[in-house]
C-alpha cells in the first residue's frame, strides 16, 4: 500500500513536468502566440457598457447555443455539422482523448508539435506516438503511414499551420493521411487567421474528420474560447464528457459581442501577417541566422554560429522575452519569436543584433 499521499499519484503523471509559462512582468512578451492588438477604444467602451447587463448570478447556457450560432456564421462552418466548445483548444483535445480512452489505444501526431498533444495523451492514460518530421519540417509521409499501420492511432493530431515551426504541411499529404487514418483526425488550426488555408470546407466529406479552432489567435487569448467542428453524431458523442458550464457568462457574452464587431479583427491579422513578412526579410539578412517559413504568428529560426541559449537569455536581459526552443534534434539551437506591434518587433530585431553581435 502506498505510504505517502503523492504515493497515490500515478507514476506517469509524476513523471510529467508542469506546463510552464515564463513571467513576463515589464517585458516585451513575444513568447505566447498572442495578438498584441488591444480592443479599439470605441469597442471597448461599448463592450464594457453592455457587460452591465450580464446575469452572473446565473448558470450560463449549458451548450452557449448563441455562441455557436454566431461561430458558425462568421466561421463559415459548412451546414448541418455539429459544433462542441471548450475553455480553450486544451479543453477540447481533453475531451477528445477522453471520449476515446481505452486499455492499448493510442493518439498519434507530429514532432516537433503542439506539446498539449503528448501530455493530454499521458493525462488520460493512452500511449503517445510522435511521429517524426523531415528536417525541413515537412511531412515524412512514408515514416507517417508506417505508424497510422502498426499502432492504428484512434486520433491523429495535426497542426495546421504547425507549432512551433510555422509551416503548413503538404495538404494532398493530409488527404491521404485523412483517408488512411483508421480512427478520427483532428486538423487543429489555430492559426487559421494568418493562413489562408483550411480544411473546414471538406468536413461533409469525411465523417472521421473533426476542425477544432481557438479565438486565442485572433485576439481574444483571454477569454479561453476552441470551437471543434465536424460530424453532427460525433461531436453529439465528444460533448457527453464535456464538463457542465464550461464556457461561463463573460465569455459568451464578450464573445459574441466582439464577433458582433469582428471587422477590426481581420484588420489586425493583415497588420500581422505584414509584420510577420517583414521580420522575415529582415531576419533572413542577419549573419548566421537560418528563418523558416511561417505562416502562423510567429516565427522560428536557428542560430548557426551564437549559442540559443546565451542568445535567449541575452534577450531576456535587454527586456525581451521570446520561447526558448532549443532541444536535441531538429530544433537543436532554435528559438521562436511572436509577432508583436511594430514597436516590438523593432525592439526584438535590436535586441537580437546586439546579442548576436556581443
Not at 452572473?56 to 451546414?79: S, T
Not at 486520433?155 to 499551420?161: E, G, K, L, M, N
Request: proline share 6%.
Amino acid at each position: 500500500m502506498p505510504g505517502k499521499p503523492i504515493d497515490w499519484i500515478r507514476p506517469e503523471i509524476r513523471e510529467l513536468s508542469a506546463y510552464h509559462v515564463a513571467d513576463a512582468t515589464g517585458m516585451v512578451k513575444l513568447d505566447a502566440m498572442e495578438n498584441p492588438y488591444r480592443l479599439p477604444d470605441e469597442v471597448l467602451r461599448q463592450w464594457q457598457q453592455d457587460l452591465l447587463t450580464a446575469d452572473l448570478n446565473r448558470y450560463p447556457d449549458p451548450q452557449a447555443g448563441a455562441l455557436q450560432q454566431k461561430l458558425k456564421q462568421i466561421m463559415q462552418v459548412p451546414e448541418g455539422q455539429g459544433m462542441v466548445l471548450g475553455n480553450g483548444s486544451d479543453e477540447l483535445i481533453q475531451m477528445l482523448a477522453l471520449a476515446v480512452a481505452a486499455p492499448g489505444r493510442c493518439i498519434l501526431s507530429f514532432e516537433p508539435g503542439f506539446v498539449m498533444y503528448s501530455m493530454i495523451s499521458r493525462f488520460t492514460g493512452m500511449n503517445y506516438i510522435g511521429v517524426p518530421l523531415a528536417d525541413d519540417f515537412t511531412l515524412d509521409m512514408d515514416k507517417t503511414r508506417e505508424a497510422i499501420e502498426q499502432n492504428q492511432p484512434a486520433i491523429i493530431f495535426i497542426a495546421y499551420p504547425n507549432n512551433p515551426t510555422g509551416n503548413l504541411f503538404d495538404a494532398d499529404a493530409i488527404g491521404e493521411i485523412i483517408r488512411m487514418a483508421p480512427g478520427l483526425v483532428v486538423i487543429d488550426e489555430a492559426y487559421h487567421p494568418f493562413a489562408f488555408a483550411s480544411f473546414m470546407p471538406t468536413l461533409a466529406e469525411y465523417g472521421h474528420l473533426l476542425v477544432m479552432r481557438t479565438v486565442s489567435k485572433m485576439g481574444l487569448a483571454g477569454l479561453r474560447l476552441g470551437y471543434l467542428c465536424g460530424d453532427a453524431e460525433l461531436i453529439n458523442e465528444v460533448n457527453k464528457v464535456r464538463l457542465p458550464y464550461n464556457i461561463n457568462v463573460l465569455t459568451q457574452y464578450s464573445a459574441r459581442f466582439i464577433l458582433d464587431n469582428a471587422g477590426f479583427l481581420d484588420g489586425q491579422a493583415e497588420m500581422i501577417r505584414s509584420d510577420r513578412d517583414k521580420m522575415l526579410k529582415h531576419m533572413t539578412l542577419l549573419d548566421g541566422v537560418e528563418v523558416f517559413p511561417s505562416q502562423a504568428n510567429f516565427i522560428l529560426f536557428r542560430l548557426k554560429h551564437a549559442d540559443a541559449d546565451k542568445v535567449f537569455d541575452s534577450l531576456h536581459d535587454q527586456g525581451v522575452l521570446i520561447k526558448n526552443m532549443n532541444s536535441p534534434g531538429v530544433l537543436h539551437n532554435c528559438l521562436r519569436v511572436t509577432v508583436g506591434t511594430s514597436e516590438e518587433n523593432h525592439a526584438f530585431l535590436f535586441a537580437l543584433e546586439q546579442a548576436l553581435n556581443s
